[in-house]
Every structure is written in C-alpha cells, then in structure tokens.
C-alpha cells in the first residue's frame, strides 16, 4: 500500500473503529437499534397520513379509497364503451408500429413508451404485493385483482391520452408531460376553475409517492430478498449501498448502469412469467382447483381475514398499486411518445394494466395458491389464519416476497436466487423510474435547475436508506397512502376532462375508419 | 428523367470507394441523380429510460446534424464539386430495410455500398447488413470491394 492510499484509507479504518468502539461502549443492551428508531419516527409521523387516506366509509370496514377507485374506473370502462375490449387489438397494431410512419423511425416508438412505462410498474407489485393480497385476502383477492386490472385499461386509457394531449413541448424538443399539465392546460380549455391548484396538489403528493411506493418499499424489499440469502443484517447498510447506485445514476449521469438495468429487467420478468408457466403446466391438474379457489373465495372469502370484504379490499389496493392505473404516473412515462395523435398512446397504454395485472400478478397468485404455501385446515378445508389473526398462516411463517420465493421455490429449489435477483433489479428500475416521475412533479412546483433538481434527487436517496432501514408495515401503508393520495386528485381531472378524451377518441376513430389514418405497415 | 443512383455510406474509409465507384457510374450513364444516403441504426423495440424518451426527440435532431455534417454533406460536397447531380438523406433504422425502402421511394435504379466494415464473430453470428441487403433489395446492388 503506498503513502497515498495510506492517508485515504487510515482515517477512514480510525472513523469506523471509532464507531464501532462506541457502539460497543455506549449503547447500552436494551437500546433500540438504528433500524427500530427510523421504523418508530417514520410511523409515528406518516400514521396520520395513512389514517386519511384508508379511513373506512362510514359504519363499515371498506375504505372509501378503494371505493373510489372501482367506481372511477367503472365510470371511464362504461364512458368509453369498454375500449379496453373494443381497442385491445389496435392497442398491439400501434405497438407493433403498423402506424408508425418510417419518416418518423429515430423517435421514441409507442414500444418503447409502453415498456418504459412498463419498467416503472412491473416489479415488486406483480411479486410481493400479489403475496400480500393473497396472504391476506386469501386466493379470491386475485378475482378482485384482475377485474381490477381489467377496469383499471380504461382509466389508463385516459390519463395516457391527456397526458401526450396536454405535454409541454421546448424549443429544444425536449418534453414533459402528466397530470400537472392536463390539470393546468385542460381545466382552462374547458374553462373550468382549480386546475393550477390540482396541480399543485398532484404534484405534492407525486413527490410524496415517488419516495414511498417508488423508493421505500423498493429499498425495503430488496433489503428483506438480500437477507433471505446472506442472513439476517442491519437494513441501513443495504440502503446505503442502494442510494450509492441510485446516486450514481440519477445524479452522476452514470447511465450505463440504468442503460444495463432497462435492458435486463425485460429479460427478468419474461424470465419470471417463464418459470411461472413452467410451474403451471407441471401442476397443470390443480389448475382447475385453484381458479376454484379463486373464485369461491372471491365472494365467499374461505375464511381468510376480513372474509370477502378483505379478499375484495386485498384484491383491488394490491391491483391498483401494482398497475397505478389512475395513479397519474404512467400519463408522465407516456407522454413522451412521438405521435401526432394523442388517442394512439392512450390506446397502447391500456395494455399496461394488462400486462402487469391480468397476465403478471395472476401468473404470481397461482403459482402461491397451487404451491400449498398457504396453510389449510385439512377437515374444513379453510385457511388457517396466523396467531394474530391478520393474514393467512404460511409454510414458514413468510409473507410478502419471501412467500412468492417459497411458492416458486416449490417448483424450482433454485429460483428464490434467481428471485432475488429479480426483485432487486426490478426495486433499481422502479426507483430510477419513479425518480423521474417525482423530479418531474419536483421541477413543476419550483421550476427547472440544476440546484433544485439536485436537492430533490439527494433527498430521495435519503428515503432509499430509511425505507430499508424500516420495517414493512409502516412502509407499505405508506407507500400505498402516498401513491392513492395521487389517485384521489388525479381522477378527480380525469371525470372533467374525460369529454375531450371522448372527442378525441371519436374523432380518430372515424378517421382511422375512412382511411385518413394510414397504415404504413 | 434522370437516374437516380442511391450511394449507402457506413460513415467508414469504405464509403470513399462507394463514391467513387458511383462517379464511374453515373459517368457511364450520363443523366444521374446521386443519393447519397448514411442510416443511424435504430430499432423501435429497443429500451430506454424515462429521461431517454424525454430526450430522444432533441438526440434525433442532433444525431442528424452530426451524420450530415460528418458523412453525408462531404460527400455530397465532393460529388457537386465533380459536377454531379447530388443530394444526402440520412435516415434512423435498420441499415439494409432503410436503404431498401429509400431506394423505393426514390424510385432508385441502382443501390451502391462498399462492403461493410463489420465482420468475425458478429458477421457469422447476425449477418452482414450488406448481406440483407443483397438479398432483399428490389434494385440492382452493387458492393464495391
């Protein structure tokens, strides 16, 4: 070792001998660790938040967000004639390019908005939220999941469309685009008041999402994936080293590594979905029980928690924070297609849900309920609930990702590595992906600079080493607070501007019928 | 009418012998339009962050400038100060599929590409992009060694 490294590396041994020795000297045996304090401070403080956003509706235990929810996307499934059966099959000719003029080859495809969009929502949802919903809520959550998923297209549907509608374009040909713009530019088209304010709000609470559902609950659940492999260690550490790559990319500019995680997270989850099937089709027999399952339990609830209220609760909360339909956050990814015709991206972002929902957490759901994790009293053939009688018991005692790990690890001893691996590329692409998004809302509220920017992205590092620090509970209800706050105002300009979207839509598609939209492929 | 001869660049020493091969040509043949046409290869199915998309548009812009002004208009610029008929296009894509459909468009007699410089393991592995070409294209292809 030379002179030089010598000074760099021996005030760092003497700080972290230092450390240790007071950690060792002052703290005495029943101190709370490092991880206990930031679970108590950040519970004690997000609590009330949560408690706003889950509150039940009056008499009942059915929190009035999810009501909101359903009812939002029946309304934009019945406004635009089940456009999500109706436009499924144009919705892939727009991805495939048949529209796409070759002039045009170099800008960014409705592909790659649709996978774009698709890295930030494909991840820990599809994996470790189905195991919560189906935990909790017992197989009959899936039913709720995929109709929810299923409601959910059309609701997509719209926010894509106004989201490229109402962008902002620069002289530089630079875009942004979302909520906050629809909300600002489309209420004073229609000459409605409260747009700006919308916006404000939106924004406020994206930021808020982007570090719950997009950072903490990421950090939390690699952390949790690492420990399941190396053994039990303090989740500081992991958040530490996450906010290093983070930092790195988002604020170092370091872009290969987000360059390598894009292009590896698709081969993930087809990956996923891949082992998945393989699952399936050996137990190809109990398929039929478990659809079975899924149904009784959706109205019967089989004696889970909750019973089919809690199934139904499971179902749609998990749904919508997986696919953030009508969260607002897909109309940001999508606007940055290059496009004539707002309708189009609407159309191909309707498949989002699709994939992510219909196809991914189903796909997650069977395997759990096939794999005989979930415990099952042998005479009545009812779940069997855990000692505090919050969730299913388990084979293990596991929940969240740890369960989908041992589901799958039923069919394969090996894939709980390869899952591992997966939930911590997809936790980095989620992260990197709702980075941008809370920037996005970030330079709405206090404009465009290289020391705003800055400050935002240093703080989202931060919440990347509490949320791994912190233990699911309070993370997950946070983070769902956070991402639903986001629903609630966003959907509330979706139900005023969704007559445009009608016309829109109306108008490409008679021009899509009469052949004045050409077809180039 | 004129003839219109599309000259495919790959931005390489090779593309010099294109041209030169093409002058022989469109000496030959008298009244000649020269194409002379660079593609930035480019795949809409490829992955891309949230910032990238965001960017992309300006990137284009940029990547186009710098094609014109690196490939395209010097040689453009040597084909005028020859005396010939000549304009540049640059177009983003697959290298054999844009050169083909330009070709198309333009109602081109002839395509003209020196032997592209990739080879080895890629070459066996994908192969050539002059190879796609040579198989597919609707026009007459010459590839100047």
Redesign the interface.
């Known amino acids: 070792m030379n002179r030089k490294t010598l000074a760099l590396v021996a005030p760092a041994l003497w700080a972290a001998s230092v450390t240790v020795s007071m950690a060792q000297t002052a703290a005495p045996p029943e101190a709370m660790s490092i991880d206990q304090q930031v679970n108590n401070v950040f519970a004690t403080v997000t609590g009330p938040f949560v408690n706003l956003i889950f509150a039940p509706l009056p008499g009942t235990s059915f929190p009035w967000i999810v009501l909101w929810l359903v009812v939002a996307a029946s309304i934009f499934t019945v406004y635009f004639g089940l456009i999500q059966l109706r436009g499924f099959w144009h919705s892939i000719e727009l991805v495939r390019?048949d529209y796409?003029d070759?002039n045009d080859?170099?800008?960014?495809?409705?592909?790659?908005?649709l996978?774009?969009a698709l890295?930030?929502t494909v991840g820990l949802g599809n994996i470790a939220g189905v195991a919560v919903a189906v935990g909790i809520g017992g197989p009959g959550a899936t039913f709720w999941m995929i109709l929810a998923g299923l409601l959910g297209m059309a609701t997509k549907f719209t926010e894509c469309t106004l989201g490229v509608k109402y962008r902002n374009e620069y002289p530089?040909?630079?875009?942004?685009g979302g909520p906050m713009y629809y909300m600002k530019k489309g209420f004073a088209e229609r000459g409605k008041p409260g747009g700006r304010f919308l916006a404000v709000v939106f924004s406020i609470f994206c930021i808020l999402g982007s570090l719950g559902g997009g950072n903490m609950f990421q950090a939390n659940q690699a952390h949790a994936q690492i420990e399941g492999i190396v053994g039990d260690f303090p989740g500081w550490i992991t958040g530490i080293i996450f906010a290093g790559v983070v930092f790195a990319v988002i604020v170092g500019g370091i872009?290969s590594i987000?360059?390598v995680t894009?292009?590896v997270?698709?081969f993930m989850g087809i990956l996923y979905v891949g082992a998945a099937l393989i699952i399936l089709l050996v137990n190809y027999d109990q398929i039929g029980a478990a659809f079975g399952a899924i149904f009784a339990g959706a109205f019967t609830g089989l004696g889970v928690a909750g019973g089919f209220v809690g199934a139904l609760i499971q179902g749609f909360k998990r749904a919508a924070f997986s696919n953030e339909a009508g969260v607002g956050s897909a109309a940001?990814?999508h606007s940055?297609?290059?496009t004539k015709e707002p309708v189009t991206e609407g159309y191909v972002s309707l498949l989002e849900p699709f994939i992510d929902t219909v196809v991914i957490c189903t796909m997650t759901a069977l395997v759990i309920t096939i794999s005989g994790t979930l415990i099952t009293d042998p005479e009545t053939g009812l779940f069997v609930l855990n000692e505090a009688g919050t969730s299913i018991a388990t084979v293990g005692d596991v929940s969240g990702v740890a369960l989908t790990s041992a589901a799958f690890a039923t069919g394969f001893s090996w894939f709980p590595y390869v899952l591992a691996v997966a939930v911590i590329l997809f936790a980095f692409s989620t992260m990197?992906?709702w980075s941008?998004?809370g920037l996005k809302a970030w330079t709405y509220l206090f404009g465009e600079g290289k020391t705003t920017e800055l400050l935002f992205k240093v703080i989202f590092c931060i919440f990347v080493v509490i949320g791994a620090a912190a233990s699911l509970g309070p993370v997950i209800d946070f983070s769902d607070a956070a991402i639903f706050a986001m629903a609630v105002v966003n959907i509330s300009a979706l139900y005023v501007l969704m007559p445009i979207v009608r016309r829109e839509l109306a108008s490409y598609n008679e021009r899509l019928k009469s052949g004045a939209i050409k077809r180039f492929h | 009418m004129p003839t219109t001869l599309l000259i495919g660049l790959d931005g390489t020493a090779t593309g010099e012998r294109a041209v030169k091969h093409a002058k022989q040509l469109a000496t030959l043949i008298g009244d000649c339009e020269l194409l002379v046409v660079y593609v930035?290869e480019?795949s809409?199915?490829?992955?891309?962050?949230?910032?990238?998309?965001?960017?992309?548009?300006?990137r284009?812009?940029e990547?186009?400038a710098a094609a014109l002004s690196r490939i395209v208009d010097p040689a453009v610029k040597e084909l005028t100060d020859a005396g010939f008929s000549a304009r540049g296009l640059v177009?983003?894509?697959d290298v054999a599929e844009?050169l083909i459909?330009t070709a198309t468009d333009e109602g081109a007699a002839q395509i003209i590409v020196a032997r592209m410089s990739e080879g080895g393991f890629v070459q066996r592995f994908m192969g050539s992009a002059t190879a796609s070409l040579v198989m597919s294209a609707p026009v007459p292809v010459t590839v100047v060694a």
């Open positions: 390019g796409s070759p080859a170099g800008e960014v495809s409705h592909f790659q908005a996978t774009t890295s930030g530089d040909g630079t875009v942004s872009k987000a360059r894009e292009k997270v698709p940001i990814a940055a297609v290059r990197i992906s941008y998004y | 930035i480019w809409p199915f490829s992955f891309q962050t949230a910032e990238e998309n965001e960017q992309r548009h300006k284009r812009k990547e186009i177009r983003h894509g844009s459909r």
